[in-house]
Structure formats: structure tokens, C-alpha cells
């Protein structure tokens, strides 16, 4: 076929046309290369949705240790969390940890 013949069919003559030839360039330039292409956005758009969730989740904790802060001005409440976590004691008592071997 000659470049003639395949200048008379519709497609490659929308194709031909000098504003479509650039759009399209334009609109694989934005798409693929640029700095600001659509694969960049969709990274960025992970990361921000990621760190969202960190966000919900440091909040969760906040509020979670909030809780536990208030639970511990009461000097007893205070005494049972360091004698649980932390195995404190009080000076005149001793602490005997017993570890039990589980055979059968």
C-alpha cells in the first residue's frame, strides 16, 4: 500500500491531523514522564492513606495511654501497675518468681 492509499482512510487521517498528534504526545508526556505523572500521584496517594492509618492508629494509642494515666493517680492503682509490669516490691517483702516445668 502506498502512503496515498492510507492517507484516505479515516483513522490514520484523525491520527494525521498535527492537534491530535500533539495532544496525544502531551497526553503520554503527562501520563509517563513528567514529574507530576499519574504514576507519582498514585505513590503519593499510598503514602498519604498509609500514613492516615498511622495517624488513626498513634490517636488509638494516645487515647488508650490517656486512660492508663488517669487510672494511675490513685496511689493504689499505681502500686498494682508497678507491682504487676515492673515487679516492684515493697522494702520488708520478697518476691518469689516460681516457673513451672511442664512435663508430661
Known amino acids: 500500500m502506498k502512503w496515498k492509499d492510507l492517507r484516505k482512510k ?3 487521517r484523525f491520527l494525521s491531523n498535527r ?3 500533539l495532544s496525544l504526545i502531551f497526553a503520554g508526556w503527562m501520563f509517563f514522564l513528567d514529574s507530576n505523572s499519574w504514576f507519582v ?3 503519593l496517594n499510598q503514602e498519604v492513606n498509609e500514613l492516615k492509618e498511622n ?5 488509638n494509642q494516645i487515647a488508650h495511654d490517656k486512660t492508663i494515666i488517669q487510672q494511675l493517680q490513685d496511689s493504689v492503682q499505681l502500686e498494682q501497675f508497678a ?3 515492673y515487679y516492684m516490691k515493697r522494702a520488708d517483702e520478697d518476691i518469689y ?5 511442664s512435663i508430661e
Open 55 to 59: 495517624k488513626e492508629y498513634y490517636q
Open 19 to 21: 492537534y491530535v498528534l
Open 83 to 85: 507491682r504487676q509490669k
Open 41 to 43: 500521584h498514585n505513590e
Open 97 to 101: 518468681i516460681i516457673e513451672y516445668d
Open 10 to 12: 479515516p483513522w490514520i
